[in-house]
């Protein structure tokens, strides 16, 4: 989602850990690498667990940065039946920066209620369009400035550099900077996956992100990258969405609906559909968003004033209608 504030116009919105072996090989003399995963990675195309246990995201944001005393969301989010929550964050480009200790607050919370946690640099929301945005390579500025809130804890934690990284001008731009922000999170040891939202606002609806998936993935040395795409508006038909799932679980990438709504200014969404396709895929998905938006989009949240007693329509439609968070998901293994 764009903002709290700005959300109306236009299209808004393995290895986790590879620790290297050097084997000698009595044929051929030479070191062999070989991977050993230490936390959630992808295999075959596939978001698992470090004993391989296949991980399939159901859950919600939640706007940490702009609402930092809602910290009991997380476990009524959790209480509601959700295995993952991604978590707002800013590296103070456009809003308060969340710090290493919050960070790591945020993360120890998440374990805490046994979630998944999916964090998020939300001020690339638009770059290129949006004034003042960070580009992809400020936030991997951050990530590399916060890692040791996050290092340690690879089984728990997702990586989402930053949210809609493009609106749709030079929205071409992606690939070569999503490369690059990966190559230097690597660089710098982090070995979580990491999550990369498309760009046209998270919508993809140039297909660049579809289009350069394959090489992006390839890019990533520690072959830990899933992609996140922003379903509203312009996914109002069933074949818009299967369409486009079915071309990354073709492709054999790893996808997650990052957000969605079941409303928006820019288009209805078909929220039966993207669910209903993503559990027949076993895809993940995190619906926008728990409480919190603004008077012009308050129709996307989940519960009004953060009060998880007052579910609204979006709310009780995603925790307790047919393929919903209450229906679907499953703990991670790792709190088992």
């Known amino acids: 989602m764009r903002t709290n504030t700005r959300i109306g116009a236009a299209l808004a919105a393995g290895l986790a850990s590879a620790a290297v072996l050097a084997t000698v090989s009595a044929a051929h003399g030479q070191e062999a690498d070989t991977a050993q995963a230490a936390g959630l990675h992808v ?40 295995n993952t ?32 946690c999916v964090l998020e640099v939300h001020d690339t929301t638009g770059y290129g369009e949006q004034p003042g945005a960070s580009s992809l390579d400020q936030a991997a500025d951050y990530w590399i400035d916060i890692q040791d809130a996050i290092n340690g804890h690879e089984d728990t934690v997702i990586v989402n550099i930053g949210n809609e990284p493009y609106g749709n001008t030079g929205a071409s731009g992606w690939t070569a900077d999503t490369q690059a922000a990966i190559a230097r999170l690597r660089d710098a040891g ?8 498309a760009p046209n606002w998270g919508q993809d609806w140039e297909g660049i992100m579809r289009d350069n998936a ?22 109002d038909t069933a074949a818009e969405i299967t369409d486009y799932m079915n071309a990354f679980v073709t492709a054999g990438l790893p996808l997650v609906v990052g957000e969605f709504g079941h409303n928006h200014s820019d288009g209805d969404p078909d ?37 998880p007693a007052q579910l609204t329509e979006w709310g009780e439609r995603i925790f307790h209608g047919p393929d919903g968070i209450a229906e679907t998901a499953e703990e991670a293994t790792v709190y088992q």
């Open 214 to 235: 394959q090489a992006v993935y390839d890019s990533d040395p520690a072959g830990n990258t899933v992609f996140s795409v922003h379903m509203y508006g312009v996914y």
């Open 271 to 307: 929220e039966d559909t993207i669910m209903a396709t993503a559990q027949q895929l076993g895809l993940g998905y995190l619906g926008w968003s728990w409480s919190g938006n603004s008077a012009e989009v308050g129709y996307l949240d989940m519960v009004t004033g953060f009060d």
């Open 85 to 116: 929550v991604r978590v707002v964050l800013s590296n103070g480009q456009l809003w308060h920066r969340n710090d290493a200790s919050d960070v790591a607050s945020v993360v120890s919370d998440c374990e805490a209620n046994r979630l998944i």
């Open 43 to 82: 295999s075959d195309g596939r978001l698992v667990e470090a004993n391989g246990n296949d991980f399939v995201i159901r859950g919600v944001s939640h706007a940490h940065t702009w609402y930092p005393g809602e910290t009991q969301s997380l476990a009524d989010i959790k209480a509601l039946g959700a």
């Open 190 to 197: 982090l070995q979580h996956t990491l999550m990369v939202d």
